[in-house]
């Protein structure tokens, strides 16, 4: 969503206080070149699996949630 041209993204109480850390420390240009590729990925696996390397390689330190690299599909 943060390659979108959004103003507001709705998540669960409890993750608000993580979400804005991570948003915060995005790069808007970073997000728009994900976006980019994950429109033109041919399953939503690997989209998925895109978004979860980018997330882990970018902020593996800040995130608890992940507790593997995630596999990439071809």
């Keep these: 969503l943060l390659g979108m041209p959004v103003d507001e ?4 109480p409890p993750a608000i206080a993580a979400v804005k850390h991570l948003v ?8 728009r070149e ?5 429109l033109h990925a041919t399953t ?7 978004v979860r390397h980018t ?6 330190e800040d995130i608890s949630f992940f507790t593997a690299r995630p596999e990439m599909d071809a």
């Design 9 to 12: 993204i709705s998540v669960a």
């Design 34 to 38: 994900l976006l980019e590729r994950a």
């Design 55 to 60: 997330i882990y390689d970018r902020f593996a």
């Design 44 to 50: 939503a696996r690997i989209v998925n699996n895109m």
């Design 24 to 31: 915060r420390r995005s790069d808007a240009e970073e997000c």
